[in-house]
């Protein structure tokens, strides 16, 4: 645990992490206020669908410049740049709501402010968490991690409970609100670094040796060739450092085991001379003037974030994580975003043929009055879908951050294991959802595994992140991981479409076929859990090395 100097600031760190969280997890409301907005501006469902692009957009490829400005000018300030435009965003959509002016392209740049600011100050507060406490960063990140996915769930409460009727007043609260909230949370977020922090940082990054964190090590000069084994001063940073190619038993091969304790690494100079002409070579490059100092030790040099986007573009293993977060996200997120025309398709099933074989005469106002009906119960399903994936989600984040940590320390199992359960988990329901023909049940029981499933891999991942390249540039990784999803997104989501367009009576405007609307794009993805189990268990097999 971190020193007790600075243990309670890090702590109320940590706690308003957590409203800030919930105050920024606001983007998938969308759906929410969404049909009121377009209704009273005068746009279409066309519309509404390039509204919610453009709320995606801000805080998925604006992650990455926001993780950015968190690595270089810190989560404080950061967060602070958040609240400003959450509250510029919403407030805009409350004055366009409220003046009812249908411009498509201020509404879009108002939802991109916001969803922008959303993400990037709940990239701040895991950071901060993630550094603050570098030796449980599975149980500290699952915090502001759950509590993003709570948010949902607790402002649709809200929005239920008292702004039933008032859509313009609840764009006007989460203007105020959730603003008001991540601004003075900014002021209590902090990073709190110490030498023990640092150097446990340096040393999980070397693991994977890279040349950033390599650098944070500074060496003295080498022995002459008559010295002996105990002669040869120890890296000041790496008197702890561990060998995990070292483990017992055959489940050494897949990273299962105990590691051997610091205290028995060899200290030859045969084992240390490669490592320790690593280290110093770099030295000699970014420090030559202080090379006659045996003990001193600088902060690293700091890299462009060109720099370090390249870095991480041409490193097979972030590579390797970013298709994985990549495709069991943009799966997730495909759910989530279908879940109301799947809710549709099996609501109407087979109705078309209930009516027409209907031996009444009902009048166009009759069959109004009873398509109302259906939609209004239709609605409250979707309504209970999206609260299910939302605690779901919630559940799987909190969950998993904890058990990554416990796994990890306690058994020393890679957290990626349990990503490779992750993926099990969702591939079922991905079959549940394409077998699914027209059982409400069902429905919750695909929205509950499926979002727990995407809670566990955004539970799980940022510490995966963190132990492999570091808490220096948590921020600009984890940024840059999450423009993946959007990219699966986009694509999975166009498929359903296609199939589900297919399959949609021209005249209604819905389709009556079941699971038959859209199982195939479902089909697919199942498909790619596959791929995605195998391609985990690579990695493993590869990191289990180091």
């Given at each position: 645990?971190p ?27 969308y ?19 390039t509204?919610?692009?453009a709320?995606?957009?801000?805080s998925?490829?604006?992650g ?6 968190i ?8 967060i ?48 901060a ?13 699952a ?5 993003y ?29 959730c ?24 040393l ?28 040869i ?16 038993g ?14 028995s ?18 030295n000699?490059?970014e ?41 069991i ?16 398709a ?10 027409e ?21 239709a609605a ?16 799987g ?23 490779v359960v ?9 079959f549940i ?40 540039t ?16 986009f ?34 993805s ?6 995605v ?14």
């Open positions: 645990m020193s007790s100097d600075h243990l309670p600031r890090r702590l109320v760190a940590l706690v308003t992490s957590i409203f800030i969280c919930l105050a920024s997890g606001t983007p998938y409301l759906g929410v206020f969404a049909p009121q907005l377009v209704s009273r501006v005068g746009l279409t469902i066309s519309d509404s669908a509204i919610s692009l709320s995606n957009l801000g998925g490829v604006g990455l410049p926001g993780g950015l400005m690595d270089h000018f810190g989560p404080q300030i950061s602070l740049v958040g609240s400003i435009c959450i509250f510029v965003g919403y407030f805009g959509v409350f004055k366009i709501y409220e003046h009812q002016w249908g411009n498509l392209f201020v509404i879009c740049i108002s939802m991109m402010l916001m969803g922008f600011g959303s993400i990037t100050s709940y990239f701040a507060t895991l950071k968490a993630q550094a603050n406490f570098p030796k449980h960063r599975g149980a500290a990140g915090f502001p991690v759950s509590s996915g709570l948010s949902a769930t607790l402002f649709s409460v809200i929005a239920a409970t008292f702004y039933r009727d008032n859509t313009g007043g609840l764009l006007e609260f989460l203007a105020l609100f603003g008001a909230i991540a601004f003075v949370g900014s002021f209590f977020i902090h990073i709190y670094l110490e030498h023990e922090d640092e150097d446990d940082n340096a999980e990054a070397q693991k994977s040796l890279t040349e950033e964190e390599t650098a944070l090590i500074s060496m003295p000069e080498a022995p002459s060739s008559s010295a002996g084994p105990e002669e001063p120890q890296p000041v940073t790496a008197a702890r450092m561990e060998r995990s190619d070292s483990l017992p055959s489940f050494r091969f897949w990273g299962l085991g105990t590691r051997t304790p610091g205290s690494i060899s200290s030859t100079a045969e084992d240390m001379q490669p490592f320790l002409q690593n280290i110093r070579d770099q000699k490059t420090q030559p003037q202080n090379n006659n100092n045996p003990f001193f030790k600088s902060p690293p040099k700091s890299k462009s974030p060109f720099t370090i986007i390249k870095d991480r573009l041409t490193d097979r293993i972030f590579l390797t994580h970013y298709f994985i977060v990549s495709i996200s943009g799966m997730g997120q495909t759910y989530i975003y279908t879940v109301g025309f799947i809710v549709t099996q609501y109407y099933y087979n109705k078309d043929q209930v009516q074989n209907s031996d009444l005469k009902i009048n166009l106002r009759g069959i109004a009055g009873v398509h109302a009906k259906i939609a209004t119960s409250a399903l979707q309504a209970l879908q999206v609260s299910i994936i939302s605690l779901a989600s919630f559940s984040r909190l969950f998993s951050g904890f058990m990554s940590d416990f796994l990890h320390k306690k058994f020393h199992i890679q957290r990626l294991w349990i990503v992750t993926v099990i988990i969702l591939s079922v329901g991905q959802t394409i077998t699914n023909v027209n059982s409400a049940h069902l429905i919750s029981v695909s929205s509950a595994i499926i979002g727990g499933s995407y809670g566990l891999v955004f539970g799980t991942y940022p510490a995966v992140v963190a132990d492999s390249f570091g808490t220096r948590f921020s600009t990784n984890w940024g840059l991981i999450c423009t993946g999803p959007l990219i699966t997104l694509f999975l989501n166009k498929y359903f479409g296609v199939i589900y367009d297919s399959q949609t009576d021209p005249t209604t405007g819905i389709c009556y076929r079941g699971n038959e609307c859209y199982k195939g794009a479902f089909e697919f199942f498909g790619l859990c596959f791929i189990f195998f391609t985990t268990l690579v990695i493993i097999y590869v990191q289990r090395k180091k």
